[in-house]
């Protein structure tokens, strides 16, 4: 059974989505949830405590939601391609909007260390994890290639958010997993 802390978090997190960071109060996420009024402050208690719990909630169902694909094995280049393809579609296809609610808080939170934590180490744990796939299909120069590709990613998944949703995705990661194996 879903708890009332739970519905207000995938409530806030369904307007923030689909109607950006303006719409994040107690009252509307509430309303959204269907709950009574005030329970969403019952749980937290101001904008910072929702923010940083909604923060959490994303990272949580992201890490959970994309562990079946990232943790795939994969043989080769073209198996690495299609696991990041695989992902790019999750995040802007069934889960665009809580992609879209992540976005918005990067931009939100980005100016408070303590709020931006959760996504923080979410970022940074990503990051690890496919620099070490990269060193391991032999990139000559790793920490420029996973920063040049986790920035290749973002832009992906920003422009299929945002300006073309069926915009092709295997290609492009084709395209930047070679350019960061290149010498």
């Known amino acids: 059974m879903t708890t009332t802390r739970e519905r207000a978090l995938a409530a806030a997190v369904e307007l923030v989505g689909t109607h950006g960071i303006r719409a994040l109060t107690h009252a509307r996420v509430d309303a959204q949830a269907r709950l009574p009024r005030g329970s969403t402050s019952n749980h937290f208690r101001t904008r910072a405590a929702l923010l940083s719990g909604v923060a959490a909630w994303i990272?949580?169902?992201?890490?959970?939601?994309?562990?079946?694909v990232l943790?795939?094995?994969?043989?080769?280049?073209?198996?690495?391609?299609?696991?990041?393809?695989?992902?790019?579609?999750?995040?802007t296809g069934p889960y665009a909007i809580r992609t879209r609610a992540r976005y918005a808080l990067f931009l939100e939170m980005a100016s408070d260390p303590e709020l931006?934590?959760?996504m923080r180490l979410q970022r940074e744990g990503m990051a690890a994890w496919t620099l070490g796939l990269l060193v391991e299909l032999g990139t000559p120069h790793p920490d420029n290639a996973v920063r040049a590709f986790m920035a290749f990613g973002d832009g992906l998944i920003l422009h299929r958010l945002s300006v073309d949703p069926n915009a092709p995705v295997r290609e492009s990661v084709e395209v930047a997993v070679r350019g960061c194996l290149a010498t």
């Open 71 to 91: 943790g795939q094995p994969f043989e080769d280049v073209d198996g690495f391609v299609d696991l990041f393809t695989q992902g790019i579609e999750l995040l």
């Open 116 to 118: 931006f934590a959760p």
């Open 59 to 68: 990272a949580e169902n992201e890490a959970r939601d994309l562990s079946g």
